[in-house]
């Protein structure tokens, strides 16, 4: 079994020391159910592949099993545990590349925050969801995902397909954040976990996953599976990234609490959708569904649905909202045929939350696929910061705000936006203006017309 890794950007000789082991060397690892190795295939300034081979010994398999075992007796040493990814493999990743999980270079301490160019492929995975389930966990991490699903045997294809499939990842990325999610997948993937699944493991989970886990919308799934399906210890797990969530929501508030901004920006999206003349009305990126409850009591909305990445503010937002009012737990950034046939889709406060290089993504899913007459886009305006009291200089808003746009920035990209996709857009300031920086909050309005 083995992963290649491989940078693609100059000098991609970068690598080693992101991973800490040498180009020119072989790095062999001993592990307490076999070995592993760590070699480069291809090494040049423009391109280099590392890969970690791991070697099973199903002798070792045996004796780490207990005096009972587990299985029919043939079964403890002919089965596919030396063959494919699995949580095996998960363990041998984090102890060769302990360093660079957790994000350290002492040589070039820079390039760990850093993305960059990666491209990984593991040739067999266990994949009991098949190649849907695979790509719905890797999609919304922002990776363009290649998997194909393995034959049982080449040479009798009526025999159909076995349930490995060959993932191939690619994306911009910090190496870190790679490994973190190949680190958490790989096991919650793999439904024969091998090791015992305890309190500690809890611990590495939301350690391993707290920065991308906690957004994911396969979440409670991922969570379930990596912990074994152990309700009392999952419990655990989504309550703290509960916990997180709450006091996510609250930052950006707190920060822009004097001004009362989220209401009047609720206030204003509110009032355009009414003179959009749209009655089929999706909020992305609803959260607990505030601008959706102002819309709710108005019988000129046929239709109102919201779609969040966390399902805790979903459940209060049902909890607050009419039953005709639809809610979808989802990705912005995957396809998603619940979305279709909205006449108007709001944006609030949701584009800076997701990493530029996946703006594209969303980019296409709203005006390309969904392509509904009316999107509202708002988002932070970053000249105004220096007026909010508390807030440090060159801080963001919110911990989780990947970018903040001066007005310059977002009206470039609104406008290529709109001429790419056939749209007209207009900008309005909202909240109090200030003669030098403008408004806090600036929101794009992108019309189309469309043929009956």
Known sequence: ???????????????????????????????????????????????????????????????????????????????????????????????????????????????????????????????????????????????????????????YPEWGNSPYVQLTLRGTVRLKDLLSHLYVLIPAIDHEKHYWVGEDEVAKLLRHGEEWLPQHPEREWITMRYLKYQRRLADQALAKWSESSALEEGGEEQVEKPQRLNDIRLQTVAQLLRESGASRILDLGCGEGKLLRLLASERRFAKLAGMDVSIEALRRARERLPEEVELFQGSLLYRDERLQGFEAVSLVEVIE????????????????????????????????????????????????????????????????????????????????????????????????????
């Open 353 to 452: 939350h997701i990493e530029p290089d996946g703006l594209p993504l969303l980019e296409q899913l709203v005006f390309g696929e969904l392509g509904p007459a009316t999107v509202i886009v708002t988002t932070p305006n970053r000249e105004y910061n220096d007026l909010f009291e508390g807030l440090e200089e060159g801080k963001f808003r919110h911990h989780d705000h990947r970018f903040e746009w001066t007005r310059a920035q977002f009206a470039e990209w609104a406008e290529l936006l709109a001429k790419r996709n056939g749209y007209t857009v207009s900008f309005h300031p909202v909240g109090p203006l200030d003669e030098a920086v403008g408004a806090p909050t600036q929101l794009a309005l992108f019309r189309k017309e469309i043929e009956a």
């Open 1 to 155: 079994m083995y992963l290649e890794i491989t940078y693609q950007r100059e000098p991609a000789t970068d690598l080693g020391y992101l991973l800490h082991k040498h180009p020119e060397r072989v790095h062999t690892f001993a592990l307490s159910y076999g070995q592993a190795h760590v070699f480069y295939p291809e090494v040049s300034e423009t391109r280099c592949t590392a890969v970690l081979l791991m070697e099973l010994d199903p002798v070792k398999l045996v004796r780490g099993r207990g005096p009972h075992g587990s299985g029919f007796a043939l079964d403890q040493y002919v089965n596919d545990r030396p063959y494919v990814a699995s949580s095996f493999f998960s363990v041998a990743l984090s102890q060769v590349y302990s360093s660079a999980l957790a994000g350290r270079s002492s040589e070039r301490p820079e390039l760990v925050e850093q993305a960059v160019p990666l491209e990984a492929r593991l040739p067999v995975l266990s994949a009991s969801g098949g190649c849907e389930r695979v790509r719905r966990l890797f999609a919304p991490l922002g990776y363009e995902v290649e998997v194909a699903p393995l034959p049982l045997d080449e040479a």
